[in-house]
């Protein structure tokens, strides 16, 4: 079975542009996850969505956004870039929220800003 | 607020050596507590994780971790490091298996470097 595939895998924007980022996750899963993960620092949680909903949001200005499919894929858009937006953005899907599942996490797309 | 400290931002081991990777966490309830690794350009891979019961919990790669609560620590251990551990290793939080509504919370990592 496929894992969980990310694209793009890379990325350049500029300032003030606009991104979005695709995760699809495992086949059955119905939850998924996105991190932001900055050169030297552990991942950050941005975002969970459970069966198409938002049910979880992390410290993250407005200007990240996301939703999830009927498919149960994802996308994560981010709003008017900066510089510090650089960095590799996770995704990962586990099947629901209860305490028997784990994240699997996706290779991630590494996004530079200039 | 939760939070977890690895200490340690680099540590350089011999191949064949032991190792210990240290994390500390802060938390108001009882948590799930994770180690993860990372490798050069891919996602993060699961070495373990605990919730309760015994504390002395084993992964994948020859990995185990102990919990002590009364240290607030569940530091990784290996007895012997093969040069394919070389990676980035990530301690981690949360109030559930799979991260749920409030994510989990990661340490800034170490890494592991292995001499020959």
């Known amino acids: 079975d496929a894992g969980v595939t990310q694209s793009p895998t890379h990325l350049i924007k500029t300032r003030g542009q606009q991104v979005t980022l695709r995760c699809s996750p495992i086949s059955g899963h119905k939850s998924v996850s996105w991190y932001q993960q900055v050169l030297g620092q552990g991942p950050q949680f941005i975002f969970q969505?459970?069966?198409?909903?938002?049910?979880g949001r992390g410290n993250f200005p407005d200007r990240f956004s996301a939703r999830q499919f009927p498919n149960y894929s994802s996308e994560l858009n981010v709003n008017a870039l900066l510089l510090g937006d650089s960095a590799l953005y996770l995704c990962a899907s586990s099947w629901g929220n209860s305490g028997a599942n784990v994240l699997t996490f996706g290779a991630g797309s590494r996004l530079t800003v200039l | 607020a939760q939070s977890v400290t690895q200490p340690d931002i680099h540590i350089t081991v011999s191949e064949g050596a032991s190792l210990e990777l240290r994390c500390n966490y802060s938390y108001g309830a009882t948590p799930y507590l994770f180690w993860y690794v990372q490798s050069p350009g891919q996602g993060l891979q699961l070495l373990l994780k605990y919730f309760s019961g015994d504390t002395l919990v084993q992964g994948i790669k020859g990995f185990e971790a102990e919990f002590k609560r009364s240290q607030s620590s569940f530091n990784l251990r290996k007895p012997s490091v093969h040069w394919s551990d070389a990676a980035e290793y990530f301690c981690?939080?949360?109030?559930?298996?799979?991260?749920?509504?409030?994510?989990?919370?990661f340490g800034k990592g170490t890494h592991l470097i292995i001499q020959p």
């Open positions: 981690a939080v949360g109030k559930y298996s799979g991260g749920g509504a409030d994510g989990l919370t």
């Open positions: 969505y459970y069966e198409k909903e938002e049910r």
